[in-house]
T-cell receptor, first 111, second 111 residues
Framework: DGGITQSPKYLFRKEGQNVTLSCEQNLNHDAMYWYRQDPGQGLRLIYYSQIVNDFQKGDIAEGYSVSREKKESFPLTVTSAQKNPTAFYLC??????????FGQGTRLTVV | QKEVEQDPGPLSVPEGAIVSLNCTYSNSAFQYFMWYRQYSRKGPELLMY????GNKEDGRFTAQVDKSSKYISLFIRDSQPSDSATYLC???????????FGKGTRLSVIA
């Protein structure tokens, strides 16, 4: 079945550690997005990519990095520079001019 | 003025009630209007997608867009306990530009 797969579902990060969240889609969508969701704050855009090998910062990009080497994959790295990384992370993709589809999310917790 | 305003609730209704959820927006460039449903600890799933003023119906759900007033609504008829979730309005300009979300309204339907 076509869809977006995020892994892992739960992730624990120690202080000062970098971690990478995976997002893979087999929908043949050009554009992919990363959002962060905190209680009471809705979804906030971290990074997005409209084409392979190109990406743009969103509203809260500080402390995060991404790559887009393949159309199907858009991994997000949460670096040690991100001081408050505990949140629910959502990956989405959009077919041209249409609605966005989301993965099931990764819950990241700092321990 | 915020780009999107959505009452966070919580909203509690008895089973069988008609539910009305609303969002206002300020960006005249928004061309696409969406409603997503999100269950706890899950990714958002698309409920309704429209790109013009007027009504769109799908089963028990009706989406209404009033571009002149910059106001969108989602109506749920014969609400069920399974409708208990957070409802997010979302907006987008043309092409594959990122979605802009409301903060979500938490709905509880009591049996």
């Amino acid at each position: 079945d076509g869809g977006i797969t995020q892994s892992p579902k739960y992730l624990f990060r120690k202080e000062g550690q970098n971690v990478t969240l995976s997002c893979e889609q087999n929908l043949n969508h050009d554009a992919m997005y990363w959002y962060r969701q905190d209680p009471g704050q809705g979804l906030r855009l971290i990074y997005y990519s409209q084409i392979v090998n190109d990406f743009q910062k969103g509203d809260i990009a500080e402390g995060y990095s991404v790559s887009r080497e393949k159309k199907e994959s858009f991994p997000l790295t949460v670096t040690s520079a991100q001081k408050n990384p505990t949140a629910f992370y959502l990956c989405a993709s959009i077919s041209s001019g249409r609605e966005a589809f989301f993965g099931q999310g990764t819950r990241l917790t700092v321990v | 003025q915020k780009e999107v305003e959505q009452d966070p609730g919580p909203l509690s209704v008895p089973e069988g009630a008609i539910v009305s959820l609303n969002c206002t927006y300020s960006n005249s460039a928004f061309q696409y209007f969406m409603w997503y449903r999100q269950y706890s600890r899950k990714g958002p799933e698309l409920l309704m997608y429209t790109y013009s003023s007027g009504n769109k119906e799908d089963g028990r759900f009706t989406a209404q867009v009033d571009k002149s007033s910059k106001y969108i609504s989602l109506f749920i008829r014969d609400s069920q306990p399974s409708d208990s979730a957070t409802y997010l309005c979302a907006f987008r300009n043309s092409g594959n530009t990122p979605l802009v979300f409301g903060k979500g309204t938490r709905l509880s339907v009591i049996a």
